[in-house]
């Protein structure tokens, strides 16, 4: 049988475990997520990405999935998918969105790259919160995120996902910044 098996580093099952299980503010979701992040490449379990799926309006945490790319050597196990992939599992469900479900919240690290932005699309999320949007996180790194449509934040809005940028921002950077000095892999495919 052939499978694959995407899971959390076990620093992040152990963090999720010890934390509040409800985050009321944004920037208490964020700051939650920029955490994430930064441990995840402190402890070599990937890149400095981290994403977590909240409910919008009580801040009950689902869940928070970090990038596992290298370590699971698996394209696609970057955080949004690793936290929307865990939460759906987690709440028995393909469609965060479904009829009867509260209004699910996806909280990233910086916004989603051209995979991602399609997951976050398809999930069922209601709401996408995002540390920053503009070229930092490439320039400062080196990731290349690919080609996210010109008008990404209006096909969300088309698609009746709510957009909120601009979430702790500095400190979203100052997590890149580290990454960039401590040398760590940069795995875009042919360093394209």
Known sequence: MVEINLKLPQWA?????????????LEERMAAVVDFSRKNFQNGTGGPFAAGVFEKESGRMVV???NRVVPSKCS????EVM???????????????APGMPT??????????AMCYGAVIWSGVRSLVVAGSGPEL??????????VPA??????EKRGIELVDGVLTDQATRVFQEFADSGALVYNSRQG
């Open 13 to 25: 099952e152990k963090e999720l475990q010890n934390m509040p299980t409800h985050f009321r503010t």
């Open 151 to 156: 008008d990404w934040q209006g096909e969300l």
């Open 138 to 147: 490439e320039e400062i790194t080196g990731f290349d995120e690919g080609p």
């Open 83 to 97: 936290a929307l992939s865990l939460a759906q599992k987690m709440l028995g469900t393909w469609d965060l969105g």
């Open 64 to 66: 928070i999935g970090v």
């Open 104 to 113: 699910h919240q996806l909280v990233v690290n910086w916004r989603p790259c």
């Open 76 to 79: 696609s196990a970057h955080a």
